[in-house]
């Protein structure tokens, strides 16, 4: 409890079973795979159960609870009103007395509706009770930029969660290691944030993805001797200015020059398509930024 996301990194926490256990063996989108996870989850514990908007017989707005409540029944699987702090305060009081639950949110962004439940209960109840209680809740959905979703569903909230202590967040980049996140996330006796970038849900791969821990950071690090982190995030208290401090603090002796960071501008996201690109990060951006790090220009 209480780690970083950077502390996170460099955890395993049951992943490495969990992601065993989800060996790749057919292609696979990202949704599905996640879908995957909690079914198999669901079926192995009946504790697990799963609360939020449309997550019922609509099987959820991203099809990632398809098909579980017809299996587990309305109980299990329990479709709530438009109203996050009261649905994620209710997973969070199920966690308490005894239920791992799973809370969808149909949108990073509304669950600021629910921060204070996020970060005041589910972050603190376990130091604030002694010990007394666990929380093992999982509160998921997609986030970060998409096409032309506009500020309000444009949101990039992992700075947000990590800077709450008692809350562990983790982030999926493939189907591979989406499902074992998922299972491993349901398994921790911990709160944790699970995030899933709204443009990688359809995405798939058959292929093994490995995890981002930070001893792998290290590694490169060693061997190029230069950095530059790319993230979607604000610049302003950003991951990535988690991440920079973390490597300055830990690789110092092995760098050759500052880390680089590539972050989105400071704004709200525009609606219009052109605007939207202005503010996050693009590949031309990235290419050249790496040919003057490599010619020793920065």
Known sequence: MGKSTVQMLSRTDGIGEALALSKPRHEILLFDALREGLEEEMARD?????????VGHYGGSYKVTKGLAEKFGDLRVLDTPICENSFTGMGIGAAMTGLRTVVEGMNMGFLLLAYNQISNNAGMLHYTSGGQFKIP??????GGVG??????????????F????????????????????????????????????????????SGRSSLLIFFTIGNSIKKTHKVLIVEECMRTGGIGASLRAAILDNFWDFLD???ECLSSQDVPT????TLEDATVVQPAQI???VEQMLQGLI
């Open 270 to 273: 525009p609606y219009a398509a």
């Open 162 to 205: 990590q800077s709450v202590p008692g809350l562990q967040m983790v982030a999926c980049s493939t189907p591979y290691n989406a499902k074992g996140l998922m299972k491993a996330a349901i398994r921790s006796d911990n709160p944790v944030i699970l995030y899933e970038h709204g443009m990688i849900r359809r995405s798939s791969t």
């Open 147 to 160: 096409k032309q979703l506009g500020a309000e569903h444009s949101q990039r909230l992992e700075s947000y």
């Open 257 to 259: 020059g500052r880390p």
């Open 46 to 54: 009946p504790t697990v159960c799963v609360m939020g908007e449309d």
């Open 287 to 289: 290419i050249v930024k």
């Open 137 to 142: 809740v999982v509160i998921r959905g997609p």
